[in-house]
Protein backbone atom coordinates (compact mmCIF):
# COMPACT_ATOMS: atom_id res chain seq x y z
CA UNK A 1 0.00 0.00 0.00
CA UNK A 2 1.49 3.56 -1.02
CA UNK A 3 2.03 5.92 2.14
CA UNK A 4 1.05 8.92 2.53
CA UNK A 5 3.09 12.15 2.67
CA UNK A 6 3.78 15.38 0.97
CA UNK A 7 0.97 18.02 1.28
CA UNK A 8 -1.33 15.76 3.05
CA UNK A 9 -2.37 17.02 6.45
CA UNK A 10 -2.98 14.16 9.03
CA UNK A 11 -5.43 16.03 11.35
CA UNK A 12 -7.80 16.73 8.14
CA UNK A 13 -7.47 13.00 6.84
CA UNK A 14 -8.44 12.10 10.59
CA UNK A 15 -11.77 14.28 10.49
CA UNK A 16 -12.98 12.48 7.08
CA UNK A 17 -11.54 9.10 8.27
CA UNK A 18 -13.92 9.69 10.96
CA UNK A 19 -17.05 9.80 8.83
CA UNK A 20 -16.19 7.26 6.12
CA UNK A 21 -18.98 4.88 6.86
CA UNK A 22 -21.25 7.99 5.76
CA UNK A 23 -20.51 8.90 2.34
CA UNK A 24 -23.96 7.33 0.73
CA UNK A 25 -26.69 8.19 3.49
CA UNK A 26 -28.01 11.18 1.95
CA UNK A 27 -29.19 12.45 5.27
CA UNK A 28 -25.90 11.82 7.15
CA UNK A 29 -23.06 14.06 7.56
CA UNK A 30 -22.56 14.26 3.76
CA UNK A 31 -26.11 15.98 3.57
CA UNK A 32 -24.84 18.94 2.32
CA UNK A 33 -22.31 17.16 -0.84
CA UNK A 34 -25.58 15.20 -1.71
CA UNK A 35 -27.35 18.05 -2.23
CA UNK A 36 -24.48 20.24 -4.14
CA UNK A 37 -23.72 17.37 -5.81
CA UNK A 38 -26.09 17.62 -8.89
CA UNK A 39 -24.58 21.18 -9.18
CA UNK A 40 -21.07 19.97 -9.03
CA UNK A 41 -21.75 17.33 -12.00
CA UNK A 42 -23.38 19.80 -14.35
CA UNK A 43 -20.45 22.16 -14.33
CA UNK A 44 -17.97 19.33 -14.58
CA UNK A 45 -19.83 17.73 -17.13
CA UNK A 46 -20.01 21.01 -19.62
CA UNK A 47 -16.48 21.63 -19.10
CA UNK A 48 -15.32 18.29 -19.78
CA UNK A 49 -17.45 18.23 -22.65
CA UNK A 50 -16.75 21.68 -24.08
CA UNK A 51 -12.92 20.69 -23.50
CA UNK A 52 -12.67 17.71 -25.61
CA UNK A 53 -15.54 18.14 -27.62
CA UNK A 54 -18.02 15.54 -26.26
CA UNK A 55 -22.01 15.38 -26.86
CA UNK A 56 -23.15 14.58 -23.48
CA UNK A 57 -26.48 13.32 -25.34
CA UNK A 58 -24.83 9.97 -26.63
CA UNK A 59 -24.69 6.74 -24.56
CA UNK A 60 -20.99 7.28 -23.17
CA UNK A 61 -20.05 11.20 -24.06
CA UNK A 62 -16.49 10.31 -21.99
CA UNK A 63 -15.17 7.12 -23.58
CA UNK A 64 -11.39 7.23 -23.89
CA UNK A 65 -11.12 9.51 -21.01
CA UNK A 66 -9.12 8.92 -18.16
CA UNK A 67 -10.04 10.78 -15.10
CA UNK A 68 -8.87 11.39 -11.86
CA UNK A 69 -11.19 12.45 -8.33
CA UNK A 70 -8.67 13.60 -6.18
CA UNK A 71 -10.10 13.29 -2.60
CA UNK A 72 -12.54 10.87 -4.21
CA UNK A 73 -14.67 9.73 -0.64
CA UNK A 74 -17.01 7.18 -0.85
CA UNK A 75 -17.34 8.31 -4.71
CA UNK A 76 -20.06 10.75 -5.27
CA UNK A 77 -18.48 12.32 -8.27
CA UNK A 78 -16.09 8.95 -9.37
CA UNK A 79 -19.47 6.97 -10.05
CA UNK A 80 -21.44 9.51 -12.31
CA UNK A 81 -17.97 10.05 -14.12
CA UNK A 82 -17.33 6.33 -14.68
CA UNK A 83 -21.34 6.20 -15.94
CA UNK A 84 -20.41 8.67 -18.30
CA UNK A 85 -17.82 6.15 -20.26
CA UNK A 86 -14.64 7.88 -18.51
CA UNK A 87 -11.54 5.90 -16.93
CA UNK A 88 -11.74 6.88 -13.39
CA UNK A 89 -9.18 6.52 -10.43
CA UNK A 90 -10.16 7.57 -7.73
CA UNK A 91 -7.31 8.61 -4.98
CA UNK A 92 -8.22 9.38 -1.00
CA UNK A 93 -5.31 10.09 1.68
CA UNK A 94 -8.36 8.34 3.85
CA UNK A 95 -7.78 5.31 4.05
CA UNK A 96 -11.22 4.08 5.73
CA UNK A 97 -12.90 5.76 2.74
CA UNK A 98 -11.66 3.65 0.39
CA UNK A 99 -13.64 0.35 1.32
CA UNK A 100 -16.66 2.29 1.47
CA UNK A 101 -15.94 3.35 -2.19
CA UNK A 102 -15.18 0.01 -3.94
CA UNK A 103 -18.22 -1.84 -2.29
CA UNK A 104 -20.56 0.82 -3.62
CA UNK A 105 -18.81 0.99 -7.18
CA UNK A 106 -19.62 -2.92 -6.63
CA UNK A 107 -22.55 -2.47 -6.06
CA UNK A 108 -23.65 -0.21 -9.03
CA UNK A 109 -22.03 -2.57 -11.02
CA UNK A 110 -19.36 -0.05 -12.43
CA UNK A 111 -15.12 -0.47 -12.59
CA UNK A 112 -13.38 2.01 -10.92
CA UNK A 113 -10.11 2.13 -9.74
CA UNK A 114 -10.34 3.44 -6.08
CA UNK A 115 -6.43 3.94 -4.22
CA UNK A 116 -5.29 5.37 -0.91
CA UNK A 117 -2.75 7.00 -2.08
CA UNK A 118 -1.92 10.90 -2.70
CA UNK A 119 -1.11 13.13 -5.64
CA UNK A 120 1.94 13.45 -5.15
CA UNK A 121 2.65 9.93 -5.06
CA UNK A 122 0.36 8.92 -8.78
CA UNK A 123 2.83 11.78 -9.91
CA UNK A 124 6.52 10.41 -8.83
CA UNK A 125 4.57 7.47 -10.34
CA UNK A 126 4.58 9.16 -13.72
CA UNK A 127 0.44 9.04 -13.67
CA UNK A 128 -1.17 11.37 -16.40
CA UNK A 129 -4.91 11.96 -16.90
CA UNK A 130 -6.91 14.19 -19.13
CA UNK A 131 -8.98 15.59 -16.42
CA UNK A 132 -8.42 15.68 -12.47
CA UNK A 133 -11.68 16.63 -10.41
CA UNK A 134 -10.18 18.62 -7.40
CA UNK A 135 -13.44 19.14 -5.46
CA UNK A 136 -13.60 20.46 -2.08
CA UNK A 137 -9.74 19.55 -1.27
CA UNK A 138 -7.55 22.04 -1.49
CA UNK A 139 -8.49 24.09 1.62
CA UNK A 140 -7.42 21.20 3.61
CA UNK A 141 -4.24 20.57 1.90
CA UNK A 142 -1.07 21.73 4.24
CA UNK A 143 0.38 23.84 1.11
CA UNK A 144 -2.25 24.85 -1.44
CA UNK A 145 0.79 25.45 -4.04
CA UNK A 146 2.36 22.62 -3.86
CA UNK A 147 -0.74 20.60 -4.12
CA UNK A 148 -1.58 22.26 -7.31
CA UNK A 149 1.65 22.02 -9.14
CA UNK A 150 1.80 17.77 -8.07
CA UNK A 151 -1.83 18.30 -9.85
CA UNK A 152 -0.89 20.13 -12.66
CA UNK A 153 1.95 17.45 -13.43
CA UNK A 154 -0.52 14.54 -13.39
CA UNK A 155 -2.01 16.67 -16.36
CA UNK A 156 -1.41 15.07 -19.88
CA UNK A 157 -1.15 18.67 -22.19
CA UNK A 158 -4.54 20.05 -22.90
CA UNK A 159 -5.80 18.34 -19.76
CA UNK A 160 -8.69 20.06 -17.53
CA UNK A 161 -8.53 20.47 -13.89
CA UNK A 162 -11.78 21.54 -11.91
CA UNK A 163 -11.39 22.50 -8.41
CA UNK A 164 -13.78 24.04 -6.47
CA UNK A 165 -13.59 25.32 -2.56
CA UNK A 166 -14.71 28.20 -0.46
CA UNK A 167 -14.29 31.73 -0.48
CA UNK A 168 -12.76 33.32 3.12
CA UNK A 169 -14.77 36.40 3.95
CA UNK A 170 -17.27 36.98 6.69
CA UNK A 171 -20.27 35.65 4.65
CA UNK A 172 -18.17 32.18 3.93
CA UNK A 173 -17.98 32.19 8.05
CA UNK A 174 -21.43 32.69 8.44
CA UNK A 175 -23.01 30.17 6.20
CA UNK A 176 -19.95 27.46 6.24
CA UNK A 177 -18.65 27.53 9.82
CA UNK A 178 -21.39 28.90 11.57
CA UNK A 179 -24.59 28.21 9.42
CA UNK A 180 -23.28 24.22 8.30
CA UNK A 181 -21.63 23.14 11.41
CA UNK A 182 -23.09 24.71 14.05
CA UNK A 183 -26.64 26.23 13.18
CA UNK A 184 -27.90 23.20 10.41
CA UNK A 185 -25.47 20.38 11.86
CA UNK A 186 -24.89 19.24 8.88
CA UNK A 187 -21.17 18.88 9.55
CA UNK A 188 -19.05 18.39 12.88
CA UNK A 189 -17.74 21.06 14.24
CA UNK A 190 -14.22 21.88 13.30
CA UNK A 191 -14.84 20.09 9.84
CA UNK A 192 -13.48 23.94 8.27
CA UNK A 193 -11.19 25.94 9.41
CA UNK A 194 -11.90 29.72 8.15
CA UNK A 195 -8.20 30.37 7.89
CA UNK A 196 -7.50 28.15 5.44
CA UNK A 197 -10.30 29.05 2.61
CA UNK A 198 -8.70 30.87 -0.50
CA UNK A 199 -10.33 33.48 -2.40
CA UNK A 200 -10.82 33.12 -6.14
CA UNK A 201 -8.98 35.59 -6.82
CA UNK A 202 -5.77 34.03 -4.61
CA UNK A 203 -6.64 30.74 -6.13
CA UNK A 204 -6.27 31.84 -10.15
CA UNK A 205 -2.97 33.11 -9.14
CA UNK A 206 -1.68 29.40 -7.37
CA UNK A 207 -3.54 27.65 -9.78
CA UNK A 208 -1.27 30.05 -12.45
CA UNK A 209 1.85 29.53 -10.05
CA UNK A 210 1.18 25.89 -10.51
CA UNK A 211 1.52 26.04 -14.53
CA UNK A 212 -2.27 25.86 -15.33
CA UNK A 213 -3.86 28.52 -17.22
CA UNK A 214 -7.60 29.56 -15.45
CA UNK A 215 -10.15 29.83 -17.79
CA UNK A 216 -13.69 29.84 -16.12
CA UNK A 217 -15.10 30.60 -12.43
CA UNK A 218 -18.44 30.28 -10.97
CA UNK A 219 -20.31 30.03 -7.72
CA UNK A 220 -22.26 27.35 -6.30
CA UNK A 221 -25.25 29.09 -4.62
CA UNK A 222 -27.43 27.58 -2.22
CA UNK A 223 -31.10 28.78 -1.34
CA UNK A 224 -32.97 28.30 1.21
CA UNK A 225 -36.40 29.07 0.24
CA UNK A 226 -36.33 26.19 -2.67
CA UNK A 227 -33.36 24.14 -0.41
CA UNK A 228 -31.56 23.76 -4.35
CA UNK A 229 -28.09 25.06 -5.34
CA UNK A 230 -27.60 26.61 -8.34
CA UNK A 231 -24.72 27.83 -10.35
CA UNK A 232 -23.81 31.83 -10.50
CA UNK A 233 -22.46 33.95 -13.21
CA UNK A 234 -21.47 36.47 -10.46
CA UNK A 235 -21.97 34.84 -7.02
CA UNK A 236 -18.73 33.61 -5.91
CA UNK A 237 -19.06 34.69 -2.17
CA UNK A 238 -19.05 31.38 -0.05
CA UNK A 239 -18.69 28.15 -2.67
CA UNK A 240 -17.06 28.41 -6.17
CA UNK A 241 -15.75 26.41 -8.53
CA UNK A 242 -12.85 27.19 -11.27
CA UNK A 243 -11.71 25.15 -14.85
CA UNK A 244 -8.00 25.45 -15.62
CA UNK A 245 -6.19 24.22 -18.55
CA UNK A 246 -2.94 22.67 -18.71
CA UNK A 247 -1.18 24.29 -22.10
CA UNK A 248 -0.67 22.12 -24.65
Known amino acids: MQAVHGTVDPAEIAKFEAMASEWWDPNGKFKPLHMLNPCRLDYITRQVAEEFA ?5 SEPFAGLRILDIGCGG ?14 VGVDAAERNI ?30 FDGILNMEVVEHVADPLDFLTVCGQ ?11 TINRN ?26 KFITPD ?47
Open 54 to 58: RDLNG
Open 75 to 88: GLLSEPMARLGAEV
Open 99 to 128: PVARAHAEQSDLQIDYRHTTAEAMAADGEQ
Open 154 to 164: LLKPGGIHICS
Open 170 to 195: PKSFAMAIVGAEYVMRWLPKGTHEWQ
Open 202 to 248: ELFDLLSKAGMTPVDRKGFVFNPLSWQWSISERDLSVNYVTASLKPA
